[in-house]
Nanobody
């Protein structure tokens, strides 16, 4: 059974930092796309950051570029999101996602949620002003 389990969500003040982690089991994501998405109450799901697992090719939404960093540990089958300079508008449920398509020789992984197949249950990030 494939599972993605997020952790690391918390409540922080504006300007603070958090690191989210996603542990995958049941599937070894090699040469796949993985990413972080978020959804705030009343808003559509937004792609935050994605990574091609075999080459560290990353994509970021304009809203987080320069503040967030996505990374991948293939040996541990984990995905991380380092979030610095957090703003109240970053408040949302954050989800880890992955696709199962093998991309050769590489891919700039998209920020659209419908490109991803496996999803975690989410971890809440709340940023207060």
């Amino acid at each position: 059974q494939v599972q993605l389990v997020e952790s690391g969500g918390s409540s922080v003040q504006a300007g603070g930092s958090l690191t989210l982690s996603c542990t995958a089991s049941g599937w070894n994501y090699v040469r796949n796309c993985m990413g972080w998405f978020r959804q705030a109450p009343g808003k559509e799901r937004e792609g935050v950051a994605t990574i091609y697992t075999a080459g560290d090719i990353t994509q970021y939404s304009d809203s987080v570029k320069g503040r967030f960093t996505i990374s991948r540990d293939n040996a541990k089958n984990t995905l991380s999101l380092q979030m610095n300079g957090l703003k109240p508008e970053d408040t949302a449920m954050y989800y880890c996602a992955a696709d199962r398509d093998v991309h050769l020789p590489w891919k700039e992984c998209g920020l659209r949620g419908d490109e991803y197949f496996d999803w975690g249950q989410g971890t809440q990030v709340t940023v207060s002003s």
